[in-house]
């Protein structure tokens, strides 16, 4: 199979917005799976010149998802980079069941034609076999392409390596400390979104990933929704009410976005149609209601809720307004979070005085804390599903951390400069 | 003097599990300006100093738990510009009453000058939760300028949550400095 794939919008959005590279990511597994597939990514020939390493960032996402345990090139018994000079025998005694080879070739004019190839090693066969036309600047788009193709045909799951990260960092002392920006789902190609003496809270992608809503009280340090264009760089203020403006969410149709207002006197949720401006109020309660998320259907939310007395999840019906409470263990639940199939919510749990990020699974009715950090906050699922990006504390910092559904994969992700917090994993781009 | 202090971080020990255990009337009271009803330090101080007229404030040991109600953060002028409030409280602090009044008086006097109630929360929970809580916290203060008589078109409320702490570690006394809600004056300062 052969494919040929351009990325004009990736291309768009990153040259438009690329303003400065601050607080850079470095993401490191911390726990894999026990279980995990052995792979070979052998290096890819002809990559002597080019300005990023192919091989190496493929390796590094399908080790980094933990579902797979890569081999160091210099423990492969041969290289090989085509099909020819693949012998099974040299993987099979390492134990390996796949093997990815593949080359790049300039092909001038600044652009390259990169082919791999997936194989699998018992049964000496190949999978995929494809190839690439990028121009240099998007050679590692591309291997992030590679990536989610291995990943989707070795687990039956999308790969999400080709998603972005939105975050808001804190940098005491900065003139400007608080940043909003996004970066690859590994960390790399920063860039910043906005800069500001005030804070910015709650960055929300839409769901086609072209805009993004978020909090920021650059205004006279007084809250207001904007919805920011990333291609254009254009945004606008979409609420600027007496109180909280706050909590913003997108509807998975993109019409809508629900957030938490306090201009009635307390917070409740509402939801704004984005496109004449209708402000519906779905909630009414003395209580604190806030932190809304829609679920996939687009006719339920999810939210948090004091009107129990402690913060507790709730699901509301955009219809008829209903309003059930969801989760039942502990005096602490905050900040939920459904995951992109319905199944699962996720959201902050209190235990013993240390905040966690719990999974309900909604079907089964059981719930499992997946973290070990304390301080947990702001968990967001991957598109695929298979990971949670949460924001907690190292050593007095906050830093992101990411960890498997099921709690079994951890990976750690350090700044190297200032606090980040608050991370929204995008939809598939 | 060991020996008192012992039952008396007891007592606020269990005053402080108590709050963590959150009921609904803790998160929800509005505070008022009559006495607080679940300071976890207004029982100890009594045993520390018996029915004093006028307290010496410099022999009660300021502790996170007391923080928020301890006399020494409190100068009953309104050169005193933060309030501090216990762990999942928005009731105002009786040791800050006299500190309001004065505020209250001035606002009154001044009918120019204009406040802004900055609430904050301390790290733990989430965000918004906490922005929502630190509304609670400025609404309390605003409620009791209100109750003083203060017309309520001098007064305006923002919630930053834990976004904007004044204290940046981690510990008890930390989080201490960071429940408050900041007087700032945006127009006629005293």
């Not at chain 1, 301080?375 to 007095?396: F, K, W």
């Not at chain 2, 607080?36 to 404030?57: F, L, Y």
């Not at chain 2, 300021?62 to 953060?73: E, K, L, M």
């Not at chain 2, 606002?107 to 989430?126: I, Q, S």
């Amino acid at each position: 199979m052969m494919r040929v794939l351009a990325f004009p919008f990736i291309v768009a959005m990153l040259s438009l917005l690329a303003v400065n590279a601050r607080a850079e990511l470095l993401i490191q597994i911390t726990e894999g799976r026990t279980d995990a597939v052995p792979i070979s990514v052998v290096p890819f020939a002809g990559a002597g010149d080019a300005p990023e390493n192919v091989s190496d960032i493929v390796r590094a996402d399908l080790h980094r998802s933990g579902q797979f345990k890569t081999l160091s090139p210099k423990d492969m018994l041969s290289r090989p980079t085509s099909k020819e000079g693949l012998s099974y025998r040299d993987f099979r005694v390492l134990n390996q069941e796949y093997v990815v080879i593949g080359k790049l070739k300039a092909t001038g004019t600044g652009s390259y034609e990169v082919s791999y190839a997936l194989h699998d090693v018992a049964r000496g066969k190949e999978l995929i076999s494809e190839t690439y036309r990028p121009p240099e600047s998007q050679l590692r788009d591309v291997a992030h392409a590679i990536s989610d193709r291995i990943y989707e045909q070795l687990t039956g799951i999308p790969g999400a390596f080709s998603t972005k990260i939105l975050y808001v960092t804190h940098n005491r002392g900065a003139e400007r400390p608080y940043q909003l920006q996004y970066a690859d789902a590994d960390g790399a190609r920063v860039k910043t979104i906005l800069r500001s003496r005030e804070p910015i809270m709650s960055p929300s992608w839409s769901p086609d990933g072209t805009k993004i809503a978020y909090v920021s009280f650059e205004k006279n340090g007084l809250p207001k929704i904007y919805v920011h264009n990333l291609s254009s760089a254009e945004r606008r203020v979409v609420a600027q009410f007496k109180g909280i403006n706050g909590a913003p969410s997108w509807s998975p149709d993109g019409q809508k976005l629900a957030l938490t207002l306090s201009k009635g006197g307390n917070p409740d949720i509402y939801s704004l149609d984005l496109n004449n401006g209708d402000l519906e109020q779905l909630t009414d309660h003395y209580g604190i209601d806030t932190e809304p998320r829609w679920m996939p259907d687009g006719d339920h939310l999810v939210f948090t809720s004091s009107r129990s007395g402690g913060p507790q999840i709730y699901q509301l019906n955009v219809d008829d307004k209903s309003v059930r409470r969801v989760s039942f263990e502990g005096a602490y639940n905050a900040r939920p979070e459904v995951t992109p199939d319905g199944r699962y919510l996720v959201y902050v749990h209190r235990r013993n005085g240390s905040f966690n990020v719990g999974v309900q699974d909604l079907q089964r009715g059981t719930f499992d804390i997946v973290t070990q950090t304390n301080m947990d906050e702001s968990p967001s699922v991957a598109p695929n599903g298979s990971m949670i990006i949460y924001g907690t504390q190292h050593r007095g910092t906050g830093v992101l951390q990411a960890v498997s559904i099921d709690g079994r994969v951890k990976v750690e992700l350090p700044s190297k400069e200032g606090e980040v917090r608050e991370p929204a994993w995008s939809p598939f781009l | 003097m060991r020996s008192f202090i012992n039952p008396l971080f007891a007592v606020l020990l269990a005053g402080l599990l108590a709050a963590c255990s959150s009921t609904p009337t803790e998160e929800d009271t509005s505070a008022t300006d009559t006495q607080p009803t679940d300071s976890q330090s207004s029982p100890a101080e009594p045993v520390e100093r018996p029915a004093p007229s006028k307290p010496d404030t410099s022999s009660i040991p300021v502790t996170a738990d007391n923080f928020h109600n301890h006399p020494s953060n409190y100068d009953g002028t309104t050169d005193t510009k933060v309030i501090y409030f216990a762990f999942d409280s928005n009731t105002v602090p009786a040791a800050a009453f006299e500190t309001l009044r004065a505020h209250a008086s001035y606002l009154k006097d001044n009918p120019n000058a204009k406040v802004r109630l900055e609430g904050h929360a301390d790290e733990r929970g989430t965000r918004e939760y906490n922005v929502a809580l630190s509304e609670r916290r400025s609404e309390a203060v605003q409620k009791f300028l209100r109750v003083q008589g203060v017309s309520s078109s001098q007064v305006e409320i923002v919630a930053y949550g834990e976004e904007k702490p004044a204290a940046f570690g981690h510990s008890e006394m930390d989080w201490a400095k960071n429940r408050r809600v900041v007087l700032n004056y945006t127009a006629g300062r005293p």
